[in-house]
């Protein structure tokens, strides 16, 4: 069973920083491409970047610019690095592992999100 726990998320005020951490409970994590993903309060969860094996990176259109997606495979972990932060950003952010970026197909069970709230 995998095991998936983010973390890092809290109340900033807009154009603060976050930095989100995402722990994976796979053995040969670094064969797996992963995704980030966010859901805001009645709307459907969307995929907001993506980093490969070999660490080629997508990201959605809306954080472009702004997020950085990076892993450290030593630690199976992801990360999201989010910068001038704006209120529509506020949502619940999510893991998974995934290759299908512009056709999400989030592979396991989700974990528990960590929230991320933008507000002044």
């Known amino acids: 069973q995998v095991h998936i726990v983010e973390s890092g998320g809290g109340l900033v005020q807009p154009g603060g920083s976050l930095r989100l951490s995402c722990a994976v409970s796979?053995?040969?994590?670094?064969?797996?491409?992963m995704a980030w993903y966010r859901q805001a309060p009645g709307k459907q969860r969307e995929l907001v970047a993506g980093i490969s094996m070999i660490h080629a990176v997508y990201y959605a259109d809306s954080v472009k610019g702004r997020f950085a997606i990076s892993r450290d495979n030593s630690q199976n972990t992801v990360y999201l690095q989010m910068n001038n932060l704006k209120p529509e950003d506020t949502a619940v952010y999510y893991c998974?592992?995934?290759?299908?970026?512009?056709?999400?197909?989030?592979?396991?069970?989700w974990g528990p999100g960590t929230q991320v709230t933008v507000s002044s």
């Open positions: 998974n592992v995934d290759s299908d970026w512009e056709a999400p197909k989030p592979r396991f069970s």
């Open positions: 796979l053995n040969v994590f670094e064969i797996y491409d």
